[in-house]
């Protein structure tokens, strides 16, 4: 395919590419007639004859290729539900690889010759139209028109600036197909919860952008160290050194941050989120991808973070701040007890907390909240008068050593002038670190309930359960949760991956014991003498208990609950998965009319004083219906309903454990050879024993209670 678009772009073709096919903020500047920022764009919109169907841009055959190979990302179609297969497994997943590792070279000071390419030998590209120079970057909108026409110039065949341009035009094809879906106006008009979402990334798409993440590291990081400070900069420094220096803050931060902002307030909170957060925290950490090891300690340690990253945390500073202070908002509404989402909290918890991160955060921090008289709009902080040539990196501004206007232009280049910063370390976002504290210890508590209570189920369940027979509990105390279907290592893992985040907040913010230990009493999770957790936290209002925010929190995740009984007709109780519900349906019709017909004549044998009576009573009276009360926490129980008559009931009869038990009695008979109406008068007076000593049993238990 590249020898195809290499042979074209010696032929110096055109290709029309349809700006309705550029994400929404680049196609409606576009449309109004504004020229994009990015200089991939400039001289290339051609406008449509009268009566054109649209507008398109005149791209060579290599921009052409990239442009539709990116767009192909974002327009494919999910795949099957029963389809699963690994991203990095993908065809596509691997040709961007290789694409990155090719135009963003790790090794040497220029790219690879053409003859050795992927695509196989091919003749040079004709030279291409300079570029729009960074120093124009910012400026207000003019027309497209007066643009196009003040910027047009002589092509200046440098063939320095050749050795580069395909990977300045493979960057930033990426960067806009793939990230500039978000500008910073459609970011603040989509705060609105009325706002209708124009592009919803999905889970691949994240993730090949952490791969082009993790190479743009390893390409920046690639620079020699005498080349990585301002000062080494110097016309002897060749386009490629050049690109690596600029391509993250100049192509990728404020795409990137935008593109972060929306996920971390649009993406659902489930599990899926992991693709997210490790782009995140891949872009967090480029001292992973540098050419040299950090040493580990000896002592098995999180590395310590080198000074020599100061700058790119603080001129990253909302990277790290703001979406942490989002990460934290999320945290706060997922449910902790889930191993995958305790795994995220840790993941998130062990970055920040290595080693002298902290540090440098607080650093930049303090640098941009420094006061300062004057505070120079973020557009004019490049200030040359550059000089057209064949490279978007042609033209460069000096460096800016003032490190505290460094981040200060940071802040508001990505989040305006009028932006209100809230300090990650600040008593908010503490509060918020308090809380998050408190759910993980909450969250470790229920793992260790749910764990219990499912040991105590298992234990207790009869022999005959594995067959299908057995009633499940309806009143279990804790929802459904994933942690039921892998068991007691997922418990396991739950919990350490809590305890280690707690740890990790506690070094990051400076918790003590003496806090922790507050939080713990605070949860109001000591057992009463029944052993059962507390009710709910609620307040009493007139019409009873009001649930508080805290309260709800605490019954979804499974942390406390009300202790709900059925308290209503047992004929009337919904059909349980042991029971036929053809039977139990028939059952209740014959029961009901024999209770129907026989009602006077049942009644005047339960009303009899003698061992008749007391028999009928067992056996038609359903027991403890006086002594029922409704629950409440508040005030006393109240009485259950009104008292019913005698009745009798055959719903047993539709159950599967009883009539397998009838089953393997008449199996039993057979062995002995009983036959079937032998065996069933010898229940029917097994019963009939049972049932006499039970009724002098209960009639004497009732003298007593006398």
């Known amino acids: 395919m590249m020898k195809l678009v290499y042979k074209l772009q010696a032929e110096d073709y055109k290709f029309d590419f349809p700006v309705s096919y550029l994400p929404g903020p680049v196609k409606a500047s576009i449309q109004e007639r504004v020229l994009p920022d990015s200089p991939l764009y400039h001289n290339k919109v051609q406008f449509p004859p009268t009566g054109g169907l649209g507008l398109n841009l005149a791209l060579n055959p290599f921009e052409y290729y990239m442009f539709f190979f990116a767009l192909s990302l974002i327009t494919q179609k999910p795949l099957p539900g029963a389809l699963h297969v690994r991203t990095s497994d993908c065809a596509y997943f691997i040709l961007v690889d290789r694409y990155l590792s090719w135009f963003l070279p790790t090794e040497g000071s220029v790219l690879p010759p053409l003859s050795t390419s992927p695509g196989g030998p091919s003749p040079s590209p004709a030279p291409r139209s300079p570029a729009m120079p960074f120093a124009s970057y910012g400026l207000h909108h003019i027309s497209l028109l007066k643009r196009h026409i003040s910027h047009q110039t002589s092509v200046n065949a440098d063939p320095a600036s050749h050795e580069i341009w395909r990977s300045e035009t493979l960057l930033q094809v990426f960067v806009e197909m793939w990230l500039h879906h978000y500008s910073l106006e459609m970011y603040q008009k989509m ?111 999180a590395r310590c973070v080198a000074e020599r990253w100061t700058p790119f945390v603080q001129e990253n500073l909302l990277m790290y701040t703001k979406l942490f202070v989002g990460f934290l908002s999320r945290a706060l509404r997922t449910d902790l007890v889930s191993p995958k989402n305790a795994l995220m909290v840790f993941r998130v918890a062990k970055v920040f907390a290595q080693p ?59 989040e305006g002038q009028d ?62 949760n994933d942690l039921d279907e892998m068991g007691q290592d997922s418990v396991r893992k739950t919990d350490e991956y809590l305890e280690k985040a707690l740890e990790y907040l506690c070094q990051m913010f400076r918790l003590n014991e003496a806090q922790l230990a ?17 009710l709910p936290d609620c307040i009493v209002g007139e019409d009873g208990l009001i649930l508080t925010p805290l309260g709800r929190y605490q019954i979804i995740n499974g942390l406390r609950r009300f202790e709900i009984e059925y308290q209503g ?76 008559g005698p009745r009798l009931s055959l719903r047993f009869l539709g159950s599967y454990r009883t009539l397998l038990s009838l089953l393997l009695a008449f199996f039993v008979a057979s062995l002995f050879c009983i036959g079937p109406l032998p065996c069933a008068l010898l229940l029917v007076l097994g019963y009939f024993l049972y049932a006499m000593a039970m009724t002098l049993l ?8 006398l």
């Open 191 to 301: 705060q609105s919860p009325h706002a209708k979402e124009s592009f919803t990334p999905t889970e691949e798409h994240v993730l090949v952008v952490r791969l082009l993440l993790k190479h743009l590291h390893a390409f920046s990081n690639s620079l020699k160290p005498e080349q990585v400070s301002p000062s080494a900069h110097s016309h002897a420094t060749s386009p490629l050194e050049e690109f690596k220096r600029a391509a993250i803050p100049r192509f990728v931060q404020q795409k990137l941050y935008l593109f972060l902002q929306h996920c971390f307030g649009h993406w659902p909170l489930d599990a899926s989120f992991r693709a997210v957060l490790e782009m995140w925290l891949s872009y967090l950490q480029p001292w992973r991808y540098a050419p040299e090891k950090q040493a580990q300690s000896s002592d098995g340690q």
């Open 356 to 414: 002298n991160l902290a540090e440098m955060i607080q650093k930049g921090e303090q640098l941009f909240l420094e006061p300062e008289l004057v505070i120079p709009h973020r557009q004019h902080r490049l200030f040359t008068a550059p000089t057209f040539t064949g490279s978007f990196l042609s033209s460069w501004p000096p460096a800016v050593t003032d490190t505290s206007f460094k981040v200060k232009s940071h802040v508001y280049s990505l």
């Open 569 to 644: 007709d047992s004929e009337l109780q919904p059909i349980r998965s042991y029971e036929i519900a053809s039977l139990v349906r028939l059952l209740f019709r014959l029961s009901s009319t024999i209770n129907h017909r026989f009602a006077d004549q049942m009644a005047a044998l339960c009303s009899r004083a003698d061992f008749l009576g007391s028999f009928c009573r067992y056996h038609l009276m359903e027991p403890g219906l006086t002594n029922r009360h409704l629950l409440s926490p508040v005030g006393q129980g109240r009485s259950a309903g009104c008292a019913r």
């Open 698 to 705: 209960t009639e004497r238990g009732k003298l007593h209670q």
């Open 419 to 480: 932006c209100k910063y809230t300090p990650m370390f600040g008593p908010e976002v503490r509060t918020l670190v308090l809380r998050l504290a408190q759910l993980i210890t909450q969250a470790k508590q229920t793992a260790k309930s749910i764990s219990d209570q499912c040991g105590e189920s298992t234990a207790s369940r009869p022999f005959l359960s594995w067959l299908g027979f057995y009633s499940s509990d309806t009143n279990s105390s804790y929802p459904a």
């Open 518 to 534: 507050q939080l713990t009493l605070a949860l109001g999770t000591t057992q009463d003498e029944n052993g059962k957790k507390q």
